[in-house]
């Protein structure tokens, strides 16, 4: 089965921190890149953070120097440590994979979502 299962979102209060994982089972093969969007309802999927199989990362402005980007390539699993969370922060967080299929093809495989909500 080819999938991304997510773990780690929950409620927190703001300044707090939380963990996400994110684990491919299936599509463990020419994974190029491997990251993390997220959505709140009415707007569109959002970059947060990537990270390519040779550890190079990319953020969003608006997560630069609180989030961080880490993977396990052999476990085939990509993190991300949300640290000083603000409530603009809530959102349901996707886990994505991008698939290398031929030198001109690519196939992107994206989670259910885990939420995160940040709130006193």
């Known amino acids: 089965q080819e999938q991304l299962v997510e773990s780690g979102g929950d409620l927190v209060q703001p300044g707090g921190s939380l963990r996400l994982a994110c684990t491919a089972s299936?599509?463990?093969?020419?994974?190029?890149?491997m990251g993390w969007y997220r959505q709140t309802p009415g707007s569109q999927r959002e970059l947060v953070a990537t990270?390519?199989?040779?550890?190079?990362?990319n953020y969003a402005d608006s997560v630069k120097g609180r989030f961080t980007i880490s993977r396990d390539n052999a476990k085939h699993t990509v993190f991300l440590q949300m640290d000083s969370l603000k409530p603009q922060d809530t959102a349901v967080y996707y886990c994505?994979?991008?698939?290398?299929?031929?030198?001109?093809?690519?196939?992107?495989?994206w989670g259910q979502g885990t939420q995160v909500t940040v709130s006193s």
């Open positions: 994505n994979a991008v698939r290398r299929i031929s030198t001109v093809t690519t196939l992107t495989y």
């Open positions: 299936g599509i463990n093969f020419n994974v190029e890149s």
């Open positions: 990270i390519t199989s040779g550890g190079n990362t």
